[in-house]
């Protein structure tokens, strides 16, 4: 597999702040996923990738070309920035066919006409994007960065306002695309979402690339970090004793009659702990884990590239 | 469709175009009220008096230096200049593309004014050449303050109001009554070639210049504007 878009080393600070930092990768044909939260770095890794912006230190190149100073890549290169800016006053049509016409497509009319069906927008194509939701917005921005049909395509957020039925939509024509040979680079901060797009997933925090890999591989990651779980059940102590003893956690508390159990393995633990419910003579009342947002997800992973490097 | 129709759409579409056509609206007005109320041996005079002190120094300045600025800032805070940036149009190319959809809305925008000033000056007997040289006059000053209007915009947020404050302060002030500031003026060139049309141009207050040198200033301004706009869009951090 060539790699379609490598970034060497990249580093981008805003006065004392660094939005990115020394961030190295490379990716190829195929839908990659990039994950993080709201600040963690990838909307300015993308704005780097489309030229928007240029690195401090290091380099990005998108189909071996410096977007930021090489204009000709972006015949070759589609963008769908962050925001919801499209001109008020144009007609989806006109927009897009606009797009398709500074992008040196040859026939920009029947490009924007075949790209319209393919967001599913011709019925709105005549209307002024100005009365636009942001659902719809959404698809047409999508429809502007498909129009010259670009081998490499830089996707900010691009489900963000879509109902579930035009997110289905967006994540199956982001998987065509990818299977075509396309270069796909997604970003999320969901994890769930990223999975269902992308084989490949790069994970950022706090401008730092902390994983790469596999999307299930990630998961594997993740199932493996040290988890808390919150078990309710009628006798704790009784159950809480039989955890220690099979070895399923390696510490165990008591919170106002709520057992708080530490696992290294949350799937072993879930599998066996129903078994050691019903020998201790006790029922599962509930059992949920605690700290699986986002932010304790993304700080296992800061810590784990901290502490062994990816 | 391109950069200049996207523009030019932009600019219809605004509310602020539309008040910019009432200031020429009022200019024009003035013109002809001033027509009508003078001494009829007295109009080349008040010709000279309403394009150096208001035509050219505000009504033009005014309108096409902020629509100029207008029609970068407002892809800027729509994010719009994303979608341009992203096509492999050179930057001096859309920058160019900018400043013509501006001076384009400008001289229609200047119409009434132009008028105005035309019908005061064709009464007082300046002629087809003093008609030639107002148009030149409004095209090329407008041309320049376009340029100047994208450039600003370009450089910082607040492209307007730093542009009102020049166009106040320097050139319908400081550079209308000071001889020695005139030079600085683009409004004071363009005033120059409205003299150019003027038999007797003795009642006009304009720089030392020939005409032809007021012509080359103008042009040169205006394409230094789209080369250094071009530059900064090249170089800029975009939203």
Known sequence: ?310 | MTPVAIAMRALLGARRTWVLGVLSVLAGGIALVIRFRAEEFRWLDRYAEVTESLTVPTVVAFIALVLGASVVGDEREDWTILYLAATPVSRIRLVAAWVLSAWVMAMLLLVPAGAGAAFLGLSGGMGARGLFWLVMALGLASLAYAALGVLLALLVRRAIILGLLYIVLWEATIATFADSADKLSLGAYGRRLVAAGVPDADTFRVPTVGAATAVIVLVVVAAAGVWLGGRRLGRMELP
Request: aromatic share 4%; proline share 5%.
């Open chain 1, 1 to 310: 597999m060539s790699a379609t878009i490598v970034v060497d080393r990249a580093s981008k600070w805003f006065g004392d702040t660094v939005a990115m930092g020394d961030v190295s990768f490379s990716v190829g044909p195929g839908v990659t996923g990039l994950l993080g939260h709201n600040g963690a770095g990838k909307s300015t890794l993308l704005k780097l990738l489309a030229g928007f912006s240029r690195p401090d230190e290091g380099t990005v190149r998108v189909l071996g070309h410096d977007p930021g100073r090489e204009i000709e890549v972006y015949r070759r290169l589609g963008v769908v920035p962050d925001g919801d800016g499209l001109w008020p006053h144009l007609t989806a049509r006109g927009a897009i066919e606009a797009c398709a016409r500074m992008r040196g497509v040859p026939d920009p009319a029947d490009a924007t006409r075949r790209v319209l069906e393919r967001v599913d927008m011709t019925a709105a194509a005549e209307r002024r994007l100005g009365g636009f939701s942001k659902g719809m917005k959404q698809r047409i921005k999508l429809a502007q960065a498909l129009v010259h049909d670009p081998e490499v395509l830089l996707l900010d957020e691009p489900l963000n306002g879509l109902d579930p039925a035009q997110r289905r939509d967006v994540i199956r024509l982001i998987g065509e695309l990818g299977a075509a040979g396309h270069t796909v680079l997604v970003s999320s901060h969901q994890l769930g979402e990223v999975e269902r797009m992308a084989p490949q997933v790069l994970v950022m925090v706090n401008g730092r690339l902390v994983a790469e890999g596999t999307t299930a591989g990630i998961r594997d990651l993740l199932a493996e970090r040290p988890r808390t779980v919150r078990v309710e059940v009628d006798a704790p102590p009784a159950v809480a004793q039989a955890l220690i003893g099979e070895g399923l956690a390696t510490s165990v508390r008591l919170e106002d009659g709520v057992l708080i159990a530490e696992t290294g393995d949350v799937r072993e633990f879930a599998v066996r702990l129903a078994v050691v419910a019903r020998d201790a003579g006790t029922t599962l009342r509930a059992v949920e884990p605690v700290g699986e947002d986002l932010e304790s997800v993304y700080a296992y992973l800061t810590d784990r590239a901290r502490g062994a490097g990816r």
